[in-house]
């Protein structure tokens, strides 16, 4: 070996010093990166630097070290050498000179190389050496580096010609060779060496025999003593890493064979039964965390962990060393360079229902956000957005387009709006659909029609004038019935039968909600020219900072419909410039060249009603059947929901909702619309049912009881057009008769007899009595009036809500409850109460819990 | 600067996994100590650890809740090679005014698997009260419960083989009658040689077992942790794959393809993120599956979201111990390591030059305490294991190894198609 092996060491007493050696033995320290990195530091880490303090060349065969282990400000070394002394030594001048323990050497009787050099970590003026073989001289010698301090001169530590030499303590292993040596942590008096590459010896050195327990191994290289346990023994050979228990010593109770060979291979002083190790031309570090490390049972099997890491080192290291108190902390070192890592425990996480996000921060604590901070605000996360949705109420609103504007979304706010308008036609009857409330433009011109896919009435062209330019100017456009009915669909409302006569009031709305651009689009795209321009000037006059309304105004006054005129020409060029989609459209269609609209077509800035109503205005039947196949086909591709308005609740409606809810997991829209829009057939359909249980589920999770049962009623109630109102699930019946308790009552109720006024009344009538057999109904259990009476004082019975409460028999709280399992029960308002503070049911016999039964109800057990 | 709330472990060894319930209001966590723990959510969103049982006598690696619906119930894995079931009861202590102390007892031991139990998860309710098992002798095995009120009767209903150890499983939660319950496994096996790590069981109706439909060939890796996205009616399935990146996975069912015996899905790769350098741990899904969050050896919880059709992108970064690393804009760069030459002419001893990582937590951390080594004589139930081999590899837990060069200084390729 040319170059000496690099070797690394964390200091076990100072927390930011190490030493390295090779050549020579360097002294660093460590410490965090500053903005200035001095030139003399070493970056070692993306927060770390090392400075190095000091260097020692005066050793030049250095084998070993270790490091004294006692705290004192300086570091004083053991040096083995390749001649077999053991130097002690120290960077410089320090305390350990007047203990004159500086330069002192310990001297075998025989030189050979020294293998393997340890302090004892408890008596700290014990020192042992393991040597190489040299004929039948002991190779394992103890020294008390304390006893022959009076025997010796003081020495400088440089001073290497030291002669007088100190006899050690001790002396074992007869012409064996120690490969490698450890003291065990709680037995100051005991270690354990590697010999002779064929055993593990174990050495009490208060025991004149010394050897107290062998083992065959051929693994005897870097043996080191688990620092949480005594018993547990690591060592390594070849690609074999072996851990053995000392009271169980016959054999390894674990072998890890490795790819290749072990290079080193260390106990992780931090964590317990974790080991490090690095192997021969592998840039990895790997971790072996032993398991169940169990020795009673044969049974008892153990095994390793394995895990790879790959610190950010450049060239495969050739050592490392713990850190001896930061956990999982390593510095490793290579020709190259040092590397500072720390090993990143596992990290496990969960996501809860509630928009909880968790994970372990190591063994010490979890760390968790949750929806209200901040960066989880950053996260747009639907789920959070459906949530506060559902809480709203949204869906439910009884007016389809105020479920819209709960939803702070205009593409939604879109569609619901389109709903109102579809279902308000059917039912006024302006577009005939029995069977389907909210027909799309598809289904009107009767597209989708299975017997002839094309259309089934022809339209006529008429020739409109342009009629407020004075000129006599026609455009040519189309017109059907089936034609009108569609635009309305699309909100372009027309007066039957009249050309021209746009609904204004539509166009006011849109001028009061400032969308000038598009009233005047519609405007011009119903031909009337001198309505736009008014409307430009008027918008150019409210919104001060789109000013160029007015320059727009001007260009469309000044029209021509001749084809090479400069306007036209002007046009074509600058439109691209306008930066209104609306805008641009209006200008191309004054510009369109033989009824080509494609500019107006495809302007994607313009909603699509607003398209698809021009397709409808201007396109001839073929034209527009093609146009709307292909937008139609466009929008469902992308999820648009405004494709809505071409299909119409339909099974291509629920192919693009469902393309919607893939795009943004909007579960809860694609619910609700279908459960308010879906015809009772469609709803059967798989993925509908789908989404519908994935939003009931969903809204479970959260605890929304109240509002997962109007979801339910309103699911019913769309069902219920064909079939049978929700069958009943729970009776109350009369213990003596069996009948149906709250049926006679009902009864009662609607004949008007003599229970009639029950509900209005403020002063409630009792009704303790079974109305068919009239033997009392049972008692409740909390203040034994038999049920039928009221539960309380009723503090304002002249109330407000008269109206929700009339349809009502009787106030929940003085209703019936009972625990399912032992039947006991009274008041709901009186068991509420009970609850609240008890888990046992309140009848004195019964020893059942009901409450705690119940799963989602908790009670505050044993909180303090 | 940001920082997560956090609660104090007392888990006194590494923690191998946390579960919500159903409502996210409880919380069940496991570590190698062989305790598992339960936490309660106070009305104020305290968080009070409420039950601490040692629950195996090994590592225990996985804790999962079944729905609330059967009761307060747990079921753990553990390296002592049994899974369990617990449930949660009132004691029948009846002091005066007692309300009632609640503990955990087990309902049942599963002891049926000779080697480390690496993942057990509870089927979706829809099929009734089902546990899947896997261990890493590469056995999936399903347990029933007949009787939903009677939790200490399990039945070993399938057992099927995988061929290679295996580290992982997730149920499909979707709901749709149309697909049949399906299960993916996965296989912390590192040789590629060996092929795909996730596969893909169905149960068949007809044949009343479960057979293999697919095997996702693209992933060689060891894989470390898998999870389906909640379906939501959705027309494919996403899963999500804890490999040496992160990878999403739309499992799309082909329609009559059972008839003609061809595949039955196409499977394709939506993203792949590599930002977590070589190994990652663990993923998870939100509740509505559109932003999945993952761990790995760089210390960092990514969250991931699509942005729109699959244009996945990393949305937060938060280091392990709860600061936030950056802002999901320059979520990219952040990951990008330091490259730097330090040279020092000063006191020449020598030339250092190294590439270090964005590391920066460790100094505050404890000593970790001791741990009890399990030196109890407990004996196992089964019989020796034959032909044990030497090296005792558990794949059940994330550890796996690569045979990679180190790490270069990551140009982050966000997002492969």
Redesign the interface.
């Known amino acids: 070996m040319n170059t000496p092996r690099l070797e690394i060491q964390w200091s076990p007493i100072h927390s930011n010093k190490f030493i390295t050696w090779g050549t020579?033995i360097?002294l660093y320290e460590i410490a965090p990166i500053k903005d200035t990195?001095r030139?003399?530091?070493?970056?070692?880490?993306?927060?770390t630097v090392a400075h190095?303090l000091a260097?020692n060349s005066s050793h030049n065969y250095v084998k070993c070290i270790d490091i004294y282990p006692i705290a004192e400000p300086d570091i004083l070394l053991a040096v083995g050498q390749a001649n077999g002394r053991v130097v002690l030594t120290t960077f410089g001048p320090t305390a350990y000179d007047s203990l004159g323990l500086t330069g002192k050497e310990l001297i075998p009787k025989h030189a050979r190389q020294c293998n393997a050099v340890a302090w004892n970590p408890v008596e700290s003026n014990l020192l042992i050496c393991g040597l190489d073989k040299y004929r039948t001289d002991q190779s394992l010698l103890l020294w008390d580096v304390h006893r022959t301090t009076s025997n010796t001169e003081r020495l400088h530590h440089y001073n290497t010609g030291q002669t007088d030499s100190i006899r050690p303590l001790a002396e074992v292993a007869i012409s064996e060779t120690v490969h490698s040596l450890a003291w065990f942590n709680n037995e100051p008096k005991c270690s354990v060496a590697g010999v002779n590459n064929k055993h593990l010896k174990i050495i009490d050195f208060r025991d004149p025999v010394k050897i107290v327990n062998t083992t065959a191994a051929k693994s005897v290289f870097n043996l080191a003593v688990n620092p949480?346990?005594d018993y547990h023994l690591v060592s390594h050979i070849d690609n074999l890493i072996t851990i053995w228990d000392t009271r169980y010593f016959e054999k390894p109770v674990?072998?890890?064979?490795q790819?290749r060979p072990v290079l080193k291979v260390l106990w992780c002083p931090?964590?317990?039964?974790l080991l490090g190790s690095l192997q021969k031309d592998?840039?990895?570090l790997?971790?072996h965390?032993i398991?169940?490390?169990?020795?009673?049972?044969?049974?008892?099997?153990?095994?390793?962990?394995?895990?790879?890491?790959?610190?950010?080192?450049?060239t495969t290291p050739t050592s490392f060393s713990w850190h001896p108190?930061?956990?999982?902390?390593l510095l490793a070192i290579s020709p190259?360079?040092?590397?500072?890592?720390?090993v990143?425990?596992?990290?496990?996480?969960?996501?809860?229902?509630?928009?909880?996000?968790?994970?372990?921060?190591?063994?010490?604590?979890?760390?968790?956000?949750?929806s209200n901070?901040?960066?989880y605000k950053?996260?747009?996360?639907?789920?959070i957005l459906?949530n506060r949705r559902a809480l709203s109420g949204y869906g439910l609103l009884p007016e389809l387009s105020q479920n819209g504007e709960l939803a702070e979304d205009d593409t939604l706010k879109n569609v619901w709006q389109w709903l109102y308008l579809s279902r308000s036609l059917v039912e006024d009857g302006t577009i005939p659909s029995p069977d389907n409330k909210h027909p799309g433009v598809r289904t009107v011109l009767k597209l989708d029609d299975p017997i002839t896919s094309t259309f089934i009435t022809k339209s006529e062209i008429v020739h409109r004038p342009w009629a407020d330019i004075g000129s006599n100017i026609t455009a040519k456009t189309y017109r059907s019935a089936d034609r009108d009915k569609a635009l309305q669909l699309c909100g372009w409302r027309f007066e039957k039968d009249t050309n021209a006569p746009y609904n204004n009031l539509f166009l006011e709305r849109l001028e009061r909600e400032g969308a000038y651009p598009r009233a005047t689009a519609i405007s011009v795209f119903n031909l009337c020219l001198r309505q736009a321009i008014e409307i430009l000037n008027r918008g150019a006059s409210k919104m001060s900072s789109s000013a160029n309304f007015n320059i727009v105004a001007m260009a469309l006054s000044g029209f021509s419909e001749d084809k090479n005129s400069m306007w036209r020409e002007l046009c074509l060029r600058s439109r691209s410039q306008l930066s209104d989609p609306y805008l641009r459209a209006t200008f191309a269609f004054l510009t369109a060249d033989n009824d080509t609209y494609e500019n107006v077509l495809n302007e994607n800035g313009m909603a699509v009603e607003d398209r698809v109503a021009f397709a409808l205005m201007f396109l001839s039947d073929n034209n527009l059947y093609e146009y709307l196949q292909n937008l139609s086909k466009e929008l469902c591709e992308q999820g648009n929901l405004a494709g809505m308005l071409l299909t119409g609740a339909s099974l291509e409606g629920i192919q693009l909702l469902?393309k919607y809810?893939?795009?943004?997991?909007d579960?809860q829209s694609?619910s609700l619309i279908s459960i308010r829009a879906l015809s009772p057939t469609l709803l059967e359909e798989?993925?509908v049912?789908?989404?519908i249980?994935?939003y009931r589920?969903?809204l479970?999770?959260?605890?929304l009881w109240t509002q997962r049962a109007h979801f339910d009623i309103a699911m019913k109630s769309s069902i219920n057009d064909n079939k049978s109102a929700v069958n009943k699930q729970m009776y109350v019946s009369c213990t003596y008769c069996g009948k149906n308790v709250c049926a006679s009552m009902q009864g009662i109720a609607r004949t008007r007899g003599p229970f009639g006024r029950l509900g209005s009344t403020s002063n409630k009538l009792k009704m303790t009595a079974c109305p068919s057999c009239r033997k009392p109904l049972p008692r409740c259990a909390i203040c034994l009036m038999h049920m039928g009476t009221v539960s309380g004082l009723q503090i304002n019975p002249t109330n407000s809500n008269r109206n929700e409460e009339e349809g009502k028999l009787t106030e929940f709280n003085d209703w019936f409850t009972w625990c399912q399992s032992c039947r006991h029960g009274g008041h709901a308002s009186h068991l509420r109460n009970w609850f609240q503070?008890?888990?046992?049911c309140p009848v004195t016999s019964c020893?059942c819990?009901c409450s705690?039964l119940d799963?989602?109800s908790?009670?505050?057990?044993?909180?303090t | 600067m940001f920082e997560a709330h956090s609660i104090n472990a007392e888990h006194k060894d590494l923690i191998h996994d946390i579960a919500y319930d159903f409502y996210g209001q409880r919380m069940a966590t496991c570590s190698s100590d062989q305790f598992v723990k339960v936490w309660d959510e106070d009305e104020h969103e305290n968080w009070h650890l409420t039950a601490s049982w040692k629950a195996h006598s090994g590592s225990v690696w996985k804790v999962t809740w079944a729905h609330p619906e059967f009761g307060q119930v747990l079921a753990t894995c553990s390296f002592d090679r049994t899974a369990a079931v617990w449930e949660e009861i009132v004691g029948e202590g009846s002091g005066p005014g007692e309300r009632g102390m609640r503990h955990w007892i087990r309902r049942t031991n599963l002891v049926d698997s000779r080697t480390s139990v690496t993942d057990v998860k509870f089927a979706p309710k829809t099929l009734g009260l089902l546990l899947a098992t896997c261990s890493s002798d590469g056995v999936v095995r399903i347990y029933e419960a007949p009787d939903a009120m009677n939790l200490s009767q399990w039945t070993l209903q399938h057992d099927i083989t995988c061929k290679l150890p295996c580290s992982c499983l997730a149920w499909n939660p979707s709901l749709s009658r149309l697909h049949p319950p399906m299960i993916a496994v996965g296989s912390d096996d590192a040789s590629p040689s060996n092929g795909g790590k996730v596969f893909i069981y169905e149960y068949s109706e007809n044949a009343r077992r479960w057979t293999k439909t697919d095997t996702i060939a693209s992933i060689n890796d060891a894989v470390h942790d898998i999870a389906f996205a909640p379906n939501l009616g959705r027309s494919y399935h996403t899963l999500a794959v804890a490999t040496k990146d992160v990878r999403i996975i739309s499992v799309k069912p082909l329609p009559d393809s059972a008839a003609n015996g061809q595949a039955r899905f196409e499977i394709s790769t939506l993203a792949q993120f590599d930002d977590h350098y070589c190994t990652v741990w663990r993923v998870c899904w939100n509740i509505m599956g559109t932003i999945l969050a993952s761990s790995g050896d760089d210390g960092c919880v990514r969250l991931w979201k699509d942005n729109y059709i699959n244009n996945w992108k990393c949305v937060a970064v938060l280091k392990g111990d709860g600061t936030s690393a950056q802002s999901s804009d320059n979520a990219t760069s952040a990951t990008q390591n330091s490259n730097h030459t330090a040279v020092q002419p000063a006191l020449s001893t020598t030339r250092y030059q190294r590439i270090v990582p964005t590391i920066s937590m460790m100094a505050e951390m404890d000593k970790v305490i001791q741990a009890p080594l399990s030196m109890n004589s407990k004996k196992y139930q089964t019989s020796s294991i034959k032909g044990r081999s030497n090296k005792w590899v558990m794949p059940g837990i994330p550890s796996e190894a690569y045979f990679e060069p180190p790490p270069p200084n990551i140009a982050k390729s966000k997002n492969k198609k």
């Open positions: 020579e360097c990195v030139p003399s530091c070493i970056k070692v880490s993306d927060t190095l260097t949480h346990n674990l072998t890890l064979t790819a931090t964590r317990h039964n592998s840039g990895t790997h971790l965390d398991q169940h490390y169990g020795v009673a049972g044969e049974d008892a099997e153990p095994g390793a962990l394995e895990r790879i890491v790959s610190p950010p080192w450049t108190t930061h956990v999982n902390r190259q360079g040092l590397t500072d890592y720390t990143y425990e596992r990290i496990t996480l969960n996501w809860s229902t509630r928009s909880h996000l968790v994970w372990n921060h190591a063994s010490k604590s979890y760390k968790y956000i949750c901070d901040n960066i950053g996260l747009n996360d639907i789920s459906s469902n809810l893939e795009i943004t997991g579960v694609c798989n993925q049912q789908v989404w249980e994935s589920n969903l479970d999770a959260w605890k503070q008890h888990s046992e020893n819990r705690s799963a989602s908790k009670i505050k057990v044993g909180a």
